[in-house]
């Protein structure tokens, strides 16, 4: 037996430095002296945010796109707990995972974004039930509990806090399908946010569908985050790419996705607003640009056998899904408001290193738990027969020590 | 208590901007150093310290150039879409009329000033704890038996305060009696479900900075259609979601034992 097998068994948790894990501890570190620094300092010292553009960068990056890229813990759930799509087991873990980090870092993204910050328990006890607003906030707090009891059974496993373990793992389903809801919830409430601007935003992105259409790409680019994180991590860890379990779940982004565009090209016509979508405007080239890349591409990529059946094909694909998501949360943030709230916005190099710095601390949360905790225990289990029960492990010391 | 609210007479407004400078002076807000405008408006927008402005427009109908000047501050919206933003219901908008702002549970998110048609709240961005910012139409004058100081201080009488519904009576009164001077519309009578505060004109609104798209719904409502499809969407797709997880292990028990069968 290794030597990382008998430190599992013994209880040990260990975090092997590599270059890489060097940058992202100093942007980490950075992340933590640039958000003391805004907490003591106020906005106004530390970003470009101003009147005519009091949202920016971290509300569409670490929080509307923070959101929308952890919508792989929800689906794979839905698919496998609901729908009992069993072969999808080796891949829940992980994607509940990221999920959960995704929304502990989108929690701390909101409460830096927070003006008078310490005041951030108030909707606790303050019901402003009629925004849209309050609703993101409950849904957003309950989930991230959902996940973190999703979670905990691999912690306490590893832990053998075993009273805890079963506890939590008994409540599984019910955990389940309150994190489905509260996800459907506080997914399409992110766009239903903007119904409240018909005069502000462009109208080719406002409609009353804000909450469908969100809705939709959240669940189109769940599996699509779930495809690329197991590519990603595949490759860091030297594991087999788990192509076979990525097939159904292009298809059913792919689906997803047919669904979206005939609900868009609907609702455009329903509304008139079809010709505007060619009038050779920002606006309209912005997004035709969104749904080129993140729909029409990848659908076609995805239903032809050829492409989809290739780990560069199935990737791609997903990675164009992921980008236009990025694209649509861009263009509602920023591109169709541009025209109402006039003037222009970049991002301070605070506030770019700062989101740069949350993203770095959850790729080494990410790292530490897959490397502590047996996420990829099922994914490791099909090569059982050919190769040493914990695949992972040899591998990941090599590479560790390759680079140290 | 009878709604109170303020009908501006652009065609009565002579530029002089006392208004701008009573407000200052009453809500003891520092001044804002100026600079040349190309519009001579100053200073150049509305922001935390400058709660109402007035904004220059120079209007060409034809040969005739025409001044106008548009006071500039929160309109009071009867239901207003920052209110309804507002997530610890920090804004609300009071029987009197004003709609107003407590910072203390103020949780600093600016839904409101993204969520407002006019875009008129505004941010102490240089403060670490920043507040809201906005014309809140005097309300403590009001309480006082008051009115609001930029009416008081308006010599040319373009500002008139008085309540709501007995100013809409008088604007239309206006209108009527004017031989087509005015234009056929009461700003804020319809708007967004109707504002507080009223504007008379000469001048196509639109013309004069005013929102062109502007619909008559309260902005409210159109987030109410949403929110208000909540419980039905849980009870409906919780119940899915259970029965499906019910379906499908039933099919896999099922299907086990098949196998159990057949091997």
Redesign the interface.
């Known amino acids: 037996m290794n030597r990382e097998v008998l430190e599992l068994a013994s209880g040990k948790i260990t975090f092997r430095m590599n270059p890489f894990r060097v940058v992202l501890l100093l942007l980490t570190s950075l992340f933590a002296v640039v958000t003391i620094y805004r907490l ?6 530390t970003t470009n ?4 553009w ?2 920016g960068l971290w509300i569409f990056m670490d929080v509307k796109l923070g959101v929308a890229l952890a919508a792989g813990g929800f689906t794979t759930a ?1 698919l496998y ?4 799509w ?1 072969e999808l087991k080796p891949i829940v873990k992980p994607a509940i995972l990221t999920a959960w980090i995704g929304y502990v870092l989108v929690a701390v993204g909101l409460l830096i ?8 328990w ?2 606790i006890f ?3 039930y ?8 409950w849904c957003v707090l309950l989930y991230t509990i959902v996940l973190t009891a999703e979670f905990g059974p691999t912690v306490f496993a590893r832990l053998r806090w075993e009273g805890w373990e079963k506890t939590l793992k008994a409540l599984t ?1 019910p955990l ?2 309150s994190g ?2 509260l996800s ?2 506080h997914q ?1 409430s992110l766009g ?2 903007y ?6 935003l462009n109208h080719l992105w406002w409609t ?1 569908l ?2 469908l259409n969100y809705f939709l790409t959240a669940v189109a680019v769940g599996p699509a985050m779930v495809t690329v994180e197991s590519y990603l991590s595949a490759r860091a860890y030297r594991r087999r790419f788990e192509l076979d379990i990525m097939q159904p779940l292009a298809k059913f982004t792919a689906g997803t996705l047919v669904i979206y565009l005939v609900v868009k090209i609907a609702d455009l016509v329903y509304r008139k607003e079809l010709g505007a979508l060619f009038a050779g405007t920002r606006e309209g080239n912005m997004f035709l640009l969104e749904m080129a890349i993140g729909v029409i591409i990848p659908v076609i990529m995805y239903l032809l056998p050829g492409i989809r059946k290739t780990s560069g094909g199935v990737v791609t694909a997903a990675s164009l899904v992921i980008v236009g998501v990025i694209l649509n949360r861009f263009n509602v943030v920023f591109t169709g408001m541009t025209r ?2 006039g003037g222009s916005y970049f991002p301070s190099w605070m506030e770019l290193s700062m989101t740069l710095g949350l993203i770095s601390l959850g790729v080494l949360a990410y790292s530490f738990f897959v490397e502590n905790f047996g996420v990829f225990e099922e994914a490791a289990a099909p090569e059982a027969v050919a190769s040493p029960p914990i695949v992972m492990r040899p591998a990941q010391r090599t590479m560790a020590k390759g680079a140290s | 208590m009878e709604p109170k609210g303020m009908l501006i007479d652009l065609t009565k407004c002579m530029g002089c901007r006392s208004c701008q400078v009573a407000c200052k002076q009453w809500n003891n807000l520092p001044t804002t150093s100026t600079s040349f405008n190309p519009d001579w408006s100053n200073p150049p927008g509305l922001s935390a310290n400058t709660w109402t402005r007035l904004d220059f427009h120079l209007s060409e109908e034809g040969d005739d150039l025409k001044w106008r000047f548009v006071k500039q501050q929160c309109m009071h919206c009867d239901e207003p879409a920052c209110e309804s933003a507002c997530f610890v219901h920090a804004l609300t908008k009071t029987p009197e009329g004003p709609v107003v702002y407590n910072a203390d549970i103020c949780v600093g998110c600016r839904y409101c000033m993204v969520a407002c048609p006019f875009s008129i709240p505004k941010y102490q961005w240089e403060a670490r704890f920043p507040k809201v910012q906005k014309c809140d139409l005097c309300a403590g004058r009001q309480a006082a038996g008051l009115q609001p100081a930029c009416a008081a201080a308006c010599p040319s009488g373009a500002i008139k305060f008085g309540g709501r519904a007995a100013l809409l009576e008088e604007a239309w009164g206006r209108i009527r009696g004017s031989n087509g001077k005015y234009v056929k519309r009461v700003f804020g009578e319809k708007e967004v479900g109707g504002t507080s505060v009223l504007y008379l004109s000469d001048v196509q609104f639109e013309k004069l900075g005013f929102p062109a798209e502007i619909t008559a719904e309260p902005l409210p409502q159109y987030t109410w259609k949403a929110l208000s499809k909540i419980p039905a969407v849980l009870v409906g797709w919780g119940g899915f979601l259970v029965f499906m997880t019910w379906y499908s292990r039933r099919r896999s028990q099922l299907e086990e034992k098949q196998k159990a069968v057949q091997g």
């Open positions: 003591a300092a106020g906005l106004g010292a945010l101003s009147d005519r009091p949202w839905a707990y609901v729908f009992g069993r974004d927070l003006g008078r910050w310490y005041n951030f108030r909707p303050f019901w402003g009629h925004s849209v607003m309050f609703e993101l906030f389903l389940v399908i489905i809801l459907t919830l399409s239903s946010l119904i409240l601007m018909p005069g502000k009353m804000l909450p109402a709230l």
